[in-house]
């Protein structure tokens, strides 16, 4: 599966950003898709997930905060973050694979930053 994500960028605290991810390839791959986001430094770690029938889950630093939701016939993703705080600040990576924890193919990484 591949997997090119759009939508990242500079906002000010408070503010709203959009992320997007389209995939191609095999639908079996994308039964699960997802944002992942890596702080300096750090491991890789859970911002949400949905499955094809839209199940989701979040992680509870974002819950409240951000939205995934996914167009099946598209095959993308979508990431709506509002109130974003600077430790928000991270690369956010599209993932997909056959279940939400079995993410195992990757985008190439959009940088979201939460400065005033």
């Known amino acids: 599966v591949q997997l090119q994500a759009s939508g990242g960028g500079l906002v000010q605290p408070g503010g709203s950003l959009r992320l997007s991810c389209a995939a191609s390839?095999?639908?079996?791959?994308?039964?699960?898709m997802g944002w992942y986001r890596q702080f300096p430094g750090k491991q890789r770690e859970l911002v949400a997930t949905?499955?094809?029938?839209?199940?989701?889950n979040y992680a509870d630093s974002v819950k409240g905060r951000f939205t995934i939701s996914r167009d099946n016939a598209k095959n993308t993703v979508y990431l709506q973050m509002n109130s974003l705080k600077p430790e928000d600040t991270a690369v956010y990576y599209c993932?997909?694979?056959?279940?939400?924890?079995?993410?195992?193919?990757w985008g190439q990484g959009t940088q979201v930053t939460v400065s005033s």
């Open positions: 993932g997909a694979g056959p279940t939400p924890w079995g993410l195992r193919d």
């Open positions: 390839g095999s639908i079996v791959g994308t039964k699960a």
């Open positions: 949905i499955t094809s029938y839209g199940s989701t």
